[in-house]
């Protein structure tokens, strides 16, 4: 039931869109938009991701997944603000000093990505946070797929569960259906937290770091693709394409200016013997 009401939803939206395409309106999918600054309010998913197709930030089919995972159940009972404060073009928090990307960005990210998260392919979602990415991305994978979000805030791998949980349970409870997506506490680039090897399609990084990290290029299988932004902590920084071509080298390409917190590095959380 929830399955069949969430895809009536989502045809309806995509309804609305097409009937604006062929109108030839504002809605025309424009890959490389830049992201607007306003913090339009919007009363539901679906009027939020109309905006976001209006502004030429999301293409239909992205538009489709986004359609199907309402950010309320991420944002709304984690957060000190209303509920229709979700919807709003902005970031929010969620706790334990972290906050949950604009869903503008959210929709930047699946577009460049969507080529790689495909179904049956393997993704990691570093930083998963609220579980917002985690979600969208096991859509795209489906039930042969597999999504892995590393967090390293305990709370917010519980929150991002539970949310996940109240959504769509076979997303994250085997016993519900396919288990798509998993979440394990850590940091990504310690020994350990990863399995060995390229086992990866495609990686999706919520956190700055000032260079690409080893660790996770080689996590990342040949012909893959990873999204990360690069730049220095605090400061602005730009959302990279890295893709890893046949031979194992890669190729790196800047899309857009983005802010957002630093990866943080291996055994940070540990203080140093006396």
Not at 4 to 21: G, H, Q, Y
Not at 67 to 81: G, Q
Not at 113 to 139: E, F, I, N, Q, T
């Amino acid at each position: 039931l929830l399955k069949l009401t969430m895809n009536t939803a989502a045809n309806l939206l995509l309804s609305r869109i097409f009937t604006s395409l062929r109108a030839g309106t504002s809605a025309t999918y424009r890959q490389f938009a830049v992201v607007p600054n306003a913090k339009s309010f919007h009363n539901s998913q679906v009027e939020l991701v109309e905006y976001l197709c209006g502004s030429g930030i999301c293409s239909p089919d992205v538009a489709k997944i986004l359609s199907l995972v309402d950010r309320s159940y991420f944002t709304s009972r984690f957060s000190p603000h209303s509920k229709g404060a979700c919807y709003l073009d902005e970031q929010l928090p969620i706790g334990q000093g972290q906050s949950m990307s604009a869903p503008s960005l959210h929709a930047v990210a699946l577009d460049l990505l969507k080529g790689h998260v495909v179904p049956g392919a393997r993704v990691l979602d570093v930083g998963s946070g609220s579980g917002y990415m985690m979600a969208c991305m096991g859509l795209m994978v489906g039930d042969k797929g597999a999504v892995l979000g590393v967090e390293r805030h305990r709370r917010l791998v519980d929150q991002a569960y539970w949310a996940l949980a109240a959504l769509s349970p076979g997303l994250i409870d085997p016993s519900q259906g396919p288990g798509t997506c998993s979440i394990v506490h850590g940091n990504v680039l310690e020994e350990g937290v990863l399995p060995q090897g390229p086992v990866f399609d495609a990686i999706h990084v919520g956190a700055a770091a000032e260079q690409v990290p080893d660790a996770l290029v080689a996590a990342l299988r040949p012909g893959g693709r990873m999204l990360i932004p690069i730049g220095r902590p605090g400061a602005m920084q730009v959302l990279t394409v890295v893709d890893k071509l046949a031979d194992g080298s890669i190729q790196q390409q800047e899309d857009r200016p983005v802010r957002l917190m630093p990866l943080i590095p291996p055994n940070a959380h540990r203080v140093p013997a006396m």
